[in-house]
């Protein structure tokens, strides 16, 4: 799938930022993402594969009239990721009407009490707070209308106690919703590629499997 296939909206973003082709993992993810695979995309930094999960969601999103609750959340082991993320999202959030937040350890009793009044589309947060988020009656009728996830830098949490915390809370998280949600990982290079992947695919089992220059259907 190229670029052009994409929302004219999306189009439009994308050009004036001066991309014009898709790199392979950006093509291959498109068609997966958007007819609603489990998909792990690995890839070495610089190969835009945070692009690659996010603008075929993005073209969900505008294409469905998703409006309502928090229709994706974005989650990032490390804090330092949070703040870079939003800043690149703040560009799409401008140009789409896609409103985008992030939530961690840090924010502010303000802004927490603004999200549960007022939910954005997309949502930014750490494994922790995820498990913290579902204490919140308010947010909790905002996390039932996920129908995204994305965990970045996956290869960080397989195998770890903070992984192994995540993996629950997207099992508790389905739960909440009352069905499955499409996941979505992002990883460096990895030896153990059919751990990784079962890592993101979690109860769901099936997952698609995206490396760089070659696909693999993993079930």
């Known amino acids: 799938m190229s670029f052009v ?75 330092a990721l949070n703040r870079d993320m939003l800043r690149r999202l703040r560009y799409f959030e401008r140009e789409l009407g896609i409103s985008v937040a992030v939530r961690h350890g840090d924010t502010t009793r303000g802004e927490r009490l603004k999200l549960s009044e007022h939910a954005p589309l997309v949502l930014i947060t750490t494994p922790e707070t995820l498990q913290i988020m579902f204490t919140g009656r308010k947010l909790r009728k905002h996390l039932k209308n996920v129908r995204w996830v994305i965990v970045d830098e996956v290869h960080e949490l397989v195998s770890t106690a903070r992984g192994a915390q995540l993996s629950i809370g997207l099992e508790r998280l389905k739960a909440i919703i009352g069905h ?40």
């Open 5 to 79: 296939s994409l929302h004219p909206a999306i189009k439009s973003a994308i050009a004036k930022k001066g991309w014009t082709d898709p790199t392979e993992i950006q093509r291959e993810a498109a068609e997966c993402i958007i007819m609603g695979e489990n998909t792990l995309l690995i890839a070495p930094t610089g190969m835009g594969k945070t692009e690659a999960a996010l603008l075929p969601i993005f073209h969900r999103i505008l294409n469905e009239g998703v409006r309502e609750g928090i229709a994706l959340l974005y989650i990032t082991p490390l804090r």
């Open 180 to 219: 499955g949600f499409q996941r979505i990982g992002l990883s460096a290079t990895v030896g153990d590629v059919e751990n990784v992947a079962a890592y993101v695919a979690g109860s769901e089992g099936e997952i698609y499997v995206l490396n760089a220059s070659a696909i693999k259907e993993y079930d």
